[in-house]
């Protein structure tokens, strides 16, 4: 089956300070990632959705120059959490969707916790 | 009013017990329905898709209903693994890649 790893799976920092998260498809090419903040008790909403090669198109009310996205290769994505307060700490998921044979699904990472001191 | 709307629960149920989870969705043009399952803790994985004439896959079984833009899973001899929570998510008009999760709804299967 189809393989999206993330990492770190957790991450603990001071606040000010940015945090970057890999998104990676292991097994399969994604042209398209997406990527998701869950707060607790809460639905997983989705905060940009990022295309290989191309600027990321982030959801209405998402900062983009706080949440930098880089979608570099048809296999990774990175989000950067800059300058990082209280208030990002946040269960961080990323998706990934197939450039054939898998295009109907998205598969999702595990997840990274972030919390910001 | 939310775009996706399940009851949180939670649904306490006996083991082998039938459980069924409702949703409704705002708008009429979505395409795409699915059921997703989360563990605590856990990314979301795929249970199954929803089609217009209803599916089965073993113990579940999902329907959908345009007319009244409800989503329904039908969980049957409900088992200890069961226990997780269950999100309707759908895909709406015109964002083929975009997906709207509900808060999901918990089930705790009881030995």
């Known amino acids: 089956g189809a393989v999206v790893s993330q990492h770190p799976s957790w991450v603990i920092c001071k606040s000010g300070t940015s945090v970057k998260i890999e998104c990676r498809s292991l097994?399969?090419?994604?042209?398209?990632m997406f990527w998701y903040r869950q707060f607790p008790k809460q639905s997983l909403m989705l905060m940009a959705t990022?295309?290989?090669?191309?600027?990321?198109?982030?959801e209405q009310g998402v900062e983009k120059d706080k949440f930098l996205i880089n979608h570099a290769s048809l296999t990774l994505s990175t989000l950067t959490v800059t300058s990082a307060h209280p208030e990002d700490s946040s269960f961080y998921i990323c998706?990934?969707?197939?450039?054939?044979?898998?295009?109907?699904?998205?598969?999702f990472g595990p997840g990274t916790r972030l919390t910001v001191l | 009013r939310k775009e996706v709307e399940q009851d949180p629960g939670p649904f306490n149920v006996p083991e082998g017990a039938t459980v069924a989870f409702n949703c409704t969705y705002s708008?009429?043009?979505?395409?795409?329905f699915f059921w997703y399952r989360q563990d605590c803790r856990k990314e979301p994985k795929l249970l199954m898709s929803?089609?217009?004439s209803g599916n089965e896959d073993g113990r579940f079984t999902a329907q959908l209903n345009r007319a009244s833009q409800y989503i329904s899973l039908l969980i049957r001899d409900s088992k200890l693994s069961d226990s997780a929570t269950y999100l309707c998510?759908?895909?709406?008009?015109?964002?083929?890649?975009?997906?709207?999760f509900g808060t999901g709804t918990l089930l705790a299967v009881q030995p």
């Open positions: 998510v759908v895909n709406p008009p015109g964002a083929t890649n975009k997906l709207i």
């Open positions: 998706s990934a969707r197939g450039t054939s044979g898998k295009t109907d699904t998205q598969y």
């Open positions: 929803v089609y217009s």
């Open positions: 990022s295309n290989e090669g191309s600027k990321a198109t982030y």
């Open positions: 708008n009429s043009a979505s395409q795409s």
């Open positions: 097994d399969f090419q994604a042209t398209t």
